[in-house]
């Protein structure tokens, strides 16, 4: 298309200028139209909750407008029981209130059935300190109850995952394993992946590939390669070590409520973690910027504390120009602000 292009150097810098606003206005607009769509559960232009009089909600617009008539989207057939039901209730509330409002349209669309049982009966609302504390504010286990099998797995893993990911974080600081590979004391979580790569295929973190890949393998075989056998039964469930689990069914559901809070608070934490140790530039335990009168820079840190000698991370060398010239910039600024 350089044949559309102006024939100066200021048009087309111009036309680069425009392509790149419109570019960059696309990507929110589409991020938020979706969002807002999936929020509010309007699937067509404007994908806006009601205004006064009308109906947005895809379901009750056609069956309230069309009347079975062939509308915008084709025929359309409102006989279905459900689609009347949600219609006069949807004409109800019009017609008490002139508009279909946030919280009855909430109410008509995302709230369950008074005889369902929620999400499922999937375990997660037991033990809420106050009894049981259903929460779903997105509706998704009432607009997509055929994938909530998906959901809790997809859950599960990522609360595991989590959990390791937190121990993985923290207790290197402390302790490494035995082998040759990990005792690098420059090794922390910006530059380990990298550096345990050492080629194609040679590496701990090809170890760590493998380990992965044959714990996903032993699900695949479980539950097929599209996952057809997974159900709310199964969801999670590793067939592994079920024999610490308590004897009794109460006490099987509290460790189950157990394993998913502490992996969604692991899930948090992993987060925070990584996000300020990469905002501060800190790359070990607890990740935070200096406090009074101590050094928490790694680079720092080592050189004016350790001053060469051997700490917790082994030998440490400042003799590099670099250290040397950092080392006086901090002891600079320690010494005036204290």
């Not at 696309?26 to 909750?49: E, I, K, N, R």
């Not at 019009?94 to 409002?101: A, H, V």
């Not at 369950?112 to 375990?123: E, H, I, Q, S, Y």
Request: net charge positive.
């Amino acid at each position: 298309g350089k044949g559309f292009l102006p024939k100066t150097e200021e048009g087309i810098v111009q036309m680069k200028i425009k392509e790149l606003k419109n570019g960059r206005l696309a990507m929110l607009a589409v991020s938020g139209a979706l969002t807002q769509s999936m929020a509010y559960g309007v699937y067509t232009f404007p994908w806006t909750l009601p205004a006064p009089n009308a109906v947005q909600s895809r379901t009750a617009l056609r069956a309230v407008e069309f009347k079975g008539q062939s509308g915008p989207f084709g025929a359309l057939d409102v006989a279905e029981p459900k689609t009347l039901e949600l219609t006069d209730r949807v004409r109800a509330v019009i017609k008490s209130k002139g508009s279909l409002d946030r919280e009855s349209y909430r109410e008509i669309f995302l709230a369950p059935k008074p005889d369902a049982v929620f999400a499922g009966g999937l375990v997660g609302s037991e033990y809420h300190g106050w009894g049981t504390y259903q929460w779903d504010p997105a509706g998704l286990a009432t607009r997509y109850p055929e994938h909530l099998p998906w959901y809790r797995e997809a859950e599960l893993k990522h609360c595991r995952v989590a959990m390791l990911a937190w121990l993985g974080l923290i207790v290197p600081d402390f302790v490494r394993i035995p082998l040759d590979d990990f005792q690098d004391p420059s090794l922390d979580l910006e530059n380990a992946h990298n550096k345990l790569i050492y080629g194609l295929g040679s590496g701990p973190m090809w170890w760590l590939l493998l380990f992965c890949g044959i714990i996903e393998s032993l699900r695949f075989r479980q539950l097929g390669l599209d996952f057809g056998k997974l159900t709310l039964e199964n969801a999670g469930d590793l067939d592994f070590g079920k024999g610490f689990l308590p004897k009794t069914e109460e006490g099987i559901v509290q460790m189950k409520i157990k394993e998913l809070k502490n992996g969604r608070l692991a899930m948090l934490a992993v987060s925070g973690a990584l996000t300020q140790s990469m905002a501060y530039g800190v790359y070990t335990f607890p990740w935070t910027l200096p406090a009074p009168n101590a050094v928490q820079s790694r680079t720092a840190l080592r050189a004016v504390e350790f001053k060469g000698q051997s700490g917790p991370f082994g030998a440490l060398d400042v003799a590099e120009p670099k250290t040397l010239e950092l080392t006086d910039r901090v002891r600079a600024v320690i010494k005036s602000k204290g």
